[in-house]
């Protein structure tokens, strides 16, 4: 049998994406409860500033790509004289 023909029972999309927006505690671990919702809740704030990272790399991809036109305007005009 090849493996791509092997019966799989692949998870349903809604309860994985359900898993992902509200994590379970580990049944057996070596974290208490209050613990594992500290390391969560940081993790959490670790990710808010990320994304705010993201919009601050936006913002400088939106100048450059500003500045890089300005460059090919004033090249076309230097050209053309």
């Known amino acids: 049998m090849l493996w791509w023909s092997l019966p799989v029972d692949p998870p349903d999309r809604a309860e994985k994406a359900a898993d992902r927006r509200h994590p379970r505690p580990p049944h057996s671990s070596a974290y208490t409860r209050r613990q594992w919702q500290e390391g ?9 500033d990320l994304v705010d990272v993201a919009g601050d790399l ?6 450059v790509a500003q500045v890089d036109r300005r460059v090919t305007e004033l ?5 053309s004289r």
């Open 40 to 48: 969560l809740d940081r993790r959490r704030k670790d990710i808010a």
């Open 58 to 63: 936006a913002a400088v991809d939106d100048q």
């Open 75 to 79: 090249l076309a005009m230097a050209s």
